[in-house]
């Protein structure tokens, strides 16, 4: 099967500022977020025009640091786990007869399946 360019509907520069903003986002966020509480109280006061405690300042913005901590380490395992699962599916020194000894040796000979009354 041949994938196109536009796989999905997306073009390659689509899918490719996607993956940035995936990155850039949570990112710019801790950048950005305040480390007084206070003030990220105050922040919310003029950008929505919601007042709120301190304290419940406090618990927004340890959900908010949780939050993007969470999201780039998924954005770091999930590529990492792609390359440690095809390095540990690569076998250098596998060739047709050992691998098909070994489905013998799981799955029973021949003679085995014919006297089970089992198809191939």
Known sequence: MLVSASCCGQSWFARRL???VRWTAPGATLV???KCPACLAVYLAV???FGVSVSTAAH???L???ACVASLLYLA????SRFVAQKLSYRPFSTAAS???SLRFWYGSASSRE???CAD
């Open 18 to 20: 996607r993956d940035i």
């Open 32 to 34: 950005l977020l305040p």
């Open 47 to 49: 950008g929505t025009g």
């Open 60 to 62: 927004l913005r340890t």
């Open 64 to 66: 908010m640091v949780m």
């Open 77 to 80: 395992v999930k590529p990492a």
């Open 99 to 101: 691998s098909h000894s």
């Open 115 to 117: 006297n089970t009354g």
